[in-house]
């Protein structure tokens, strides 16, 4: 198994506010947490997305200087780089779309670079399943595919959304979208559901509650890191999958004891993305800040029999 990882996502601009205070536009997007927070792990990582012309020269050179692969990121000239703003409320679980705008979203038509085809692992991030999709089918055989989707998919493209779905191996998704995708309160009973459709493994994130990976008859609990402040939760579910995904690629093997260490770095990346506005954290978050961070998840649920 190679150590590469494709990236499907979209780079992007965000304005976010919240109780901590509001940004201007700022640099977002789910294949820019994904690959930021994956490339911690010094794998082979690229990126499959689009922006316009207004993408700031800074932004990629940032993107590249972090061993990031950008040659299947394509430009529409002319055209402006898609945004979103949102605020969030003083539950920051709750949040508000203030403006959307797809721009070259709409005109995105992927392409994967003849050197990742053949890339052992594949990160669909949360885009039309449409595109999800289309990116499946120029890979060669990947060993695993992961998927991450929303509750906006989930609603409008179900059938095709169903599809794709039945072709990855890991489900990424939040504990709302569980519920809706299977019309089932019970988490562990939509996991079953939601395994039935075609995933081995399905992986339920609960914000600051933690995360549950599924496989089979097995259940993996990691825990939710509780910090004294979080200012922002934009792109912690995108850290999350991309420290998940950037570690499989490391070690390169694909266990149910492997993916719970993974499901534990995920976790460890988004705890940092939520304690700064955008991707601040992740742009000079260090080695040694990850590993006391994971010491201080393995401490957190550590106890010994008497």
């Known amino acids: 198994m190679n150590n590469k990882l494709l990236v499907l996502g979209t780079m992007a601009y965000d304005a976010i506010e919240s109780p901590f205070g ?39 050179d940032l993107l590249t200087q972090k061993g990031l692969d950008l040659s299947g990121v394509a430009t529409i000239a002319g055209e402006k780089t898609f945004f979103w703003s949102g605020k969030y409320h003083n539950d920051l679980n709750i949040r508000t779309t203030l403006d ?25 991030g949360n885009l039309d399943p449409n595109i999800q999709g289309a990116v499946l089918d120029q890979m060669k055989a990947p060993k695993l595919v992961v998927m991450d989707t929303m509750n906006f998919w989930i609603e409008s493209y179900r059938e095709k959304l169903d599809e794709v779905v039945g072709r990855v191996d890991v489900l990424s998704i939040n504990d709302e979208e569980a519920r809706q995708l299977t ?17 081995r493994y399905v992986i339920i994130k609960k914000g600051e509650h933690g995360a549950l990976l599924f496989h089979e008859n097995k259940i993996f609990c990691a825990p939710g890191l509780p910090l004294e ?32 260490t993974a499901v534990i770095m995920g976790s460890a990346m988004a705890s940092f993305t939520v304690q700064k506005f955008g991707t601040e954290c992740l742009e000079t978050l260090t080695r040694e800040q990850l590993h006391q961070r994971i010491l201080a998840f393995k401490s957190l649920s550590e106890f010994e029999l008497t």
């Open 100 to 124: 959307t705008q797809l721009n070259v979203l709409t005109k995105f038509d992927p392409k994967v670079p003849e050197q990742f085809k053949d890339a052992s692992i594949v990160l669909l």
């Open 229 to 260: 402040e979080v200012f922002d939760p934009t792109g912690a579910g995108d850290s999350f999958i991309g420290g998940f995904a950037g570690y499989l690629s490391q070690r390169g093997k694909i266990t149910f004891d492997e993916m719970k």
């Open 183 to 199: 019309d089932t309160h019970s988490l562990v009973e939509a996991a079953k559901q939601l395994q039935a459709l075609g995933p």
């Open 22 to 60: 509001k940004t201007g536009k700022i640099l977002g997007g789910c294949a820019t947490y994904i690959g930021l927070a994956a490339s911690q792990f010094k794998i082979d990582c690229g990126l499959v997305s689009v922006i316009g012309d207004d993408f700031e020269t800074a932004h990629t």
